[in-house]
């Protein structure tokens, strides 16, 4: 299992509910998290073959920008 972390700028609960239609077709539901009280916003995804610019597509796609986190 790999976990890939990014820095979002996905920062409350209604911008997680915008996102969660891509994500969960991506990379599955219950496969990723959205921590909104980190400063970087840091999107976490756990799984198998994880594609990092998948994610990226997938949250860009939803009108947000992903990068990986340092």
């Given at each position: 299992?790999?976990?890939?972390?990014?820095?979002?700028?996905?920062?409350?609960?209604?911008?997680?509910?915008?996102?969660?239609?891509?994500?969960?077709?991506?990379?599955?539901?219950?496969?990723?998290?959205?921590?909104?009280?980190?400063?970087?916003?840091?999107?976490?995804?756990?799984?198998?073959?994880?594609n990092?610019?998948?994610?990226?597509?997938?949250?860009?796609?939803?009108?947000?920008?992903a990068?990986?986190?340092?």
């Amino acid at each position: 299992m790999e976990t890939l972390k990014l820095k979002t700028n996905i920062n409350c609960s209604g911008c997680v509910a915008k996102v969660t239609p891509s994500l969960n077709e991506t990379v599955g539901e219950n496969n990723w998290k959205v921590d909104t009280q980190n400063p970087n916003k840091i999107l976490t995804i756990s799984g198998t073959g994880v594609n990092k610019n998948e994610v990226i597509k997938a949250v860009e796609k939803a009108g947000f920008k992903a990068q990986e986190a340092a």
